[in-house]
């Protein structure tokens, strides 16, 4: 997406893991009459919803498995619970069953049946997500049997000290050939960190202004609460990121750091998806899942951090405006 900002709900889907993690892995229907659950989720202490997508994988040896995706009969279960146990109290919170399509989350046309699209919800006032406690999803059967099974350990939350460089009242300060660091805390259970920065910028062309904002995928997948790269690299990043015009004026109105963190089972489905992609590989990408009972997907945890108005030193300000690689873009 364009912008990443606190939102009241986001979708804990398969779409949501590949483009917030750069990866993904394909997932082969069966074979047979075999009946296998598809499952993505990610519980989120920042989220005032929790979404869970349950699917099934199927087969025909007389139907294509492209026609056979479109039936919403086939794609979903029918009569099944989906629930989150608290494991340390043993509290079962039970999901509700609904169109993600009425819930503003319309479903991408394409392989599958995009109408309903059934999800599973729970407010995350009712279930009150603790930092470092184990959350299970368990699905059943209409006969009380276990289809499938998985067991995550949520987020701590981020608190607003826990990035200590830049600190809360810093500017960013990009020198082209010093090392611009980020570093934060958090609890060892967050293992994978994306990092962002957004840049809210006004544009002024023929006496019309029109703000707009950039986002700059700055670092994918660290396994560190530490990151550094020269402050050239900023500089770079906004040369390439605008068109130049010479009847257009910009101003840089403020920034936005994001700290994005998942759990285990998220690093090790990035991991396992690009273990098999070398030069010398067979070619095969192997199936992550910490599904039980012969279930695909994942179930995971998720945290950000997010600060907001963040202003840029007086001397990044005239490197943008009259630097190599920005002079072309009319900062004012």
């Known amino acids: 997406m364009n912008i990443i900002k606190s939102v009241s709900v986001k979708l804990a889907l398969f779409a949501t893991i590949v483009s917030f993690f750069s990866c993904s892995n394909d997932f082969d229907l069966t074979e047979g009459k075999v009946d296998i659950p598809v499952v993505y989720g990610l519980i ?29 009969a086939l794609l979903y279960y029918d009569n099944i619970e989906v629930s989150i146990v608290h494991v340390k109290t043993g509290k079962s919170h039970p999901l509700k069953r609904v169109d993600g399509n009425l819930e503003g989350y319309q479903r991408a046309p394409g392989t599958f049946a995009d ?7 729970i407010k995350n006032s ?12 368990v699905i059943k059967k209409n006969d009380n049997t276990i289809l499938t099974e998985a067991t995550t350990t949520a987020i701590t939350p981020y608190s607003v000290s826990s990035v200590s460089t830049p600190n809360a009242s810093a500017k960013l300060a990009f020198g082209y050939n010093t090392d611009f660091r980020i570093r934060w805390s958090g609890g060892v259970e967050g293992v994978i960190h994306d990092i962002k920065l957004l840049f809210h910028i006004t544009e002024v062309k023929n006496n019309q202004s029109v703000d707009t904002t950039i986002t700059w995928n700055v670092a994918r997948n660290l396994s560190r609460y530490e990151h550094s790269f020269k402050g050239q690299a900023f500089y ?5 990121a605008f068109i ?11 920034a936005e750091l994001v700290i994005i963190t998942g759990g285990q089972a998220v690093k090790d489905y990035i991991s396992i998806g690009q273990a098999n992609l070398g030069i010398t590989s067979s070619g095969e990408i192997p199936i992550y899942t910490n599904l039980s009972n012969g279930g695909v997907g994942l179930f995971s945890a998720k945290t950000e951090f997010i600060r907001t108005d963040i202003e840029l030193a007086p001397a990044t300000l005239d490197s943008l405006r009259n630097g190599i690689f920005t002079k072309s873009l009319n900062f004012k």
């Open 115 to 121: 109408a309903p699209n059934y999800l599973y919800k």
């Open 236 to 240: 770079e990043f906004m040369n390439g």
């Open 244 to 254: 130049k015009e010479t009847n257009v004026e910009r101003f840089f109105n403020s």
């Open 44 to 72: 989120s202490d920042k989220d005032t919803a929790t979404y869970i997508r349950v699917e099934r994988a199927f087969s025909d040896e007389e139907t294509s498995a492209f026609i056979l995706a479109k039936d919403p």
């Open 126 to 137: 009712e279930i009150n997500f603790v930092g470092k406690d184990d959350y299970r999803l």
